[in-house]
């Protein structure tokens, strides 16, 4: 909580709105207090991945986690998030949910309702990269018109 803060930034992305922010840490990150006025068509719903990790499963296959925040205003209604992911070689800016085929561009959609949500995706053969991008559909209330936010790949490289 910060008084007075009219967002929240991480690496100069816009992540949350509002006096206060909840999250999970799952990485270091630096989250920033924004007290700027701004006008109410600046106030739009928001997604961004905030980090790129890894983990690994009880039997030694590591995992690239990608965790990603989203912030849903009022005026607006969440309609689905999640990601787009597969090898990083398929996953370029262009791809839309339109191109999931569930073989090499695979989709999750998050089922919680918390604004943080993470997709954990590795190869067998632990070689090569991976990406994930983050979606995010909404509603705008007053319109009545949907709208699909899709970030810019992240990449996990396996070392």
């Not at 990485?27 to 006008?39: E, G, K």
């Amino acid at each position: 909580m910060s008084a007075g803060a009219v967002s929240w930034t991480i690496n100069g992305v816009t992540v949350a709105y509002g006096e206060t922010y909840t999250f999970y840490v799952g990485a270091d990150i630096t989250l920033v207090p924004v007290y700027d006025t701004l006008q109410v068509d600046e106030i739009l719903p928001c997604v961004s991945i905030i980090s790129v990790g890894q983990s690994s499963t009880s039997t030694g296959l590591i995992k690239g986690v990608f965790l990603a925040t989203r912030d849903i205003p009022s005026g607006f209604t969440h309609i689905g998030s999640g990601f787009i992911y597969g090898r990083a070689k398929y996953i370029t800016s262009s791809v839309t949910l339109e191109d999931v085929d569930s073989s090499t561009v695979k989709s999750l959609a998050t089922s919680t309702s918390s604004l943080q949500f993470s997709l954990s995706y590795g190869l067998s053969a632990q070689t090569g990269s991976i990406a994930a991008k983050a979606y995010l559909i909404y509603m705008n209330n007053s319109t009545g018109e949907s709208f699909t936010i899709y970030l810019d790949p992240e990449i996990y490289t396996y070392a």
